[in-house]
């Protein structure tokens, strides 16, 4: 291929680029394409203290992993098969709860607060602002049943990569 080709190719990938992220912009708020772009903690942790995972009714699925210690979030993650949307959502659910404690951290997540600190979604996204709660709380819960029946975290069976 010529040069020329090369160039023109090169530029009309440019503008389509371009292209999207305007009507991107149209509908989304900054923070929400910021996550789209640069998802937080977007990362299966390892032996979490607190682990959940759930499929939408859209059909994708979110994991959400905690790491508590003296009942402080010291570190969470999420990974997610789902579209932009929801990496955005799922990234915000995990920076709510970071540093808080278990109760600060249940009280705090939910849909509203998730939509809240994104900037809204669009209607038809705020089942994916839902689904990250939803993941959320139950890996919340999921961290005070492993604490009151530790001994069955060994049989807990987390998919691997
Ligand atoms: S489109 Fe399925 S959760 Fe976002």
Redesign the pocket.
Known sequence: MSQKNDQDLERFARELQEQIMNQLRQQYSPQVIERWQNPHNFYRLENPDGYAKVT?????T?EMFLKIQNDRIIESSFF?D??G??IA?GSMATELVEGKTFTEALALVSTEEILKKLGGLPEP?V??AQ?AAETMRRALADYLYQKKHAWKKIYRKIEEK
């Open positions: 939408g009714s859209c059909g994708d979110m997610t789902g579209c949307t929801t959502c996204d089942h994916c689904l």
